[in-house]
């Protein structure tokens, strides 16, 4: 079954905000990071927030101040706050977590952000 499950993603204007869902398997919430990645066409994935078991927060450059990221330890479930999002930020948005040594990804949802 899906170890990470991710939704909220949607078509927006820009300067709207979406919040993003990623449901997870107990051992993966229980890692040592959780995070959120976007990849555009043709480019790269990157990392956009994580956070880690102690609640230790980091963003990429071009959403601080915009994007927050946060969990509820009762749902297993981490969140990005998205606000004032710009058409830069289309993407497919990814959550990571880790089963032991391996990477998990979940399906991704599609952000689009028009403008």
């Known amino acids: 079954q899906a170890q990470l499950v991710e939704t909220g993603g949607g078509l927006v204007q820009a300067g709207g905000s979406l919040r993003l869902s990623c449901a997870a398997s107990?051992?993966?919430?229980?890692?040592?990071?959780m995070a959120w990645y976007r990849q555009s066409p043709g480019k790269q994935r990157d990392m956009v927030a994580s956070?880690?078991?102690?609640?230790?927060?980091d963003y990429t450059d071009s959403v601080k101040g915009r994007f927050r990221i946060s969990k509820d330890i009762r749902k297993n479930t981490i969140y990005l706050q998205m606000n004032d999002l710009k058409p830069e930020d289309t993407a497919v948005y990814y959550c990571?977590?880790?089963?032991?040594?391996?990477?998990?990804w979940g399906q991704g949802t599609q952000v689009t952000v028009s403008s």
């Open positions: 956070i880690t078991a102690g609640g230790t927060t």
């Open positions: 107990p051992r993966i919430f229980s890692g040592k990071v």
């Open positions: 990571r977590g880790h089963l032991g040594v391996a990477d998990v």
